[in-house]
């Protein structure tokens, strides 16, 4: 009855829980990453390019990095005086990354930043690193295969509201 309680308070003040299934797992092979579809824009309504796609959520990440092809897509450049070390998981050295300012929104969850700073790579899914999530309350529930995505603080959730089990 707590837990209830406790849901519908946050509910009532405005706040969002989003929990979800890793699309398309299947719990005894699904070795993916926890994924949400997003929309990237140039963050500039004067012109309202967007575009669609996946974003996988990498805790790994200190940046989210966007598809090369997204901003070719977008006609977006990199900024000309900002550059970012980094380097992935499989490198030794970092190596300079020029910084790309996008607008970004989840489609699953109402999040939305209209000056997102990202670095780009040639991949196929967006990444979603730590500069968005450490503004978000995210848990994975691994075993079940589902994440929770709250826009309430973290030291407030507990554990599928359960006060014995609380994070703090």
Same mark, same amino acid.
């Given at each position: %009855?707590?837990?209830?309680?406790? %849901?519908?308070?946050y509910?009532?003040?405005?706040?969002?829980?989003?929990?979800?299934?890793?699309?398309?797992?299947?719990?005894?092979?699904?070795?993916?990453?926890p994924?949400?579809?997003?929309?990237?824009?140039?963050?500039?309504?004067?012109?309202?390019?967007?575009?669609?796609?996946?974003?996988?959520?990498?805790?790994?990440?200190?940046?989210?990095?966007?598809?090369?092809?997204?901003?070719?897509?977008?006609?977006?450049?990199?900024?000309?005086?900002?550059?970012v070390?980094?380097?992935?998981?499989?490198?030794?050295?970092?190596?300079?990354?020029?910084?790309?300012?996008?607008?970004?929104?989840?489609?699953?969850?109402?999040?939305?930043?209209?000056?997102?700073?990202?670095?780009?790579?040639?991949?196929e899914? %967006?990444?979603?690193?730590?500069?968005?999530?450490?503004?978000?309350?995210?848990?994975?529930?691994?075993?079940?295969r589902?994440?929770?995505?709250?826009?309430?603080?973290?030291?407030?959730?507990?554990?599928?509201?359960?006060?014995?089990?609380?994070?703090?």
């Amino acid at each position: %009855m707590k837990e209830e309680k406790t %849901m519908a308070y946050y509910k009532r003040a405005g706040f969002t829980i989003k929990n979800q299934q890793y699309p398309g797992c299947d719990i005894t092979k699904c070795s993916d990453a926890p994924t949400l579809h997003v929309e990237i824009n140039r963050g500039d309504r004067s012109r309202p390019a967007k575009k669609e796609l996946s974003a996988k959520i990498d805790t790994g990440a200190f940046i989210s990095v966007v598809p090369e092809r997204v901003t070719d897509y977008l006609n977006i450049y990199p900024s000309e005086d900002e550059v970012v070390p980094v380097r992935g998981y499989d490198q030794q050295e970092p190596e300079l990354k020029p910084i790309y300012v996008v607008g970004i929104r989840f489609l699953d969850f109402p999040y939305e930043r209209k000056h997102q700073r990202v670095i780009v790579a040639s991949r196929e899914n %967006m990444l979603i690193g730590r500069d968005i999530l450490n503004t978000l309350c995210v848990v994975l529930r691994g075993k079940k295969r589902q994440f929770d995505i709250h826009d309430f603080p973290c030291n407030l959730f507990c554990d599928s509201f359960n006060p014995n089990h609380c994070v703090r």
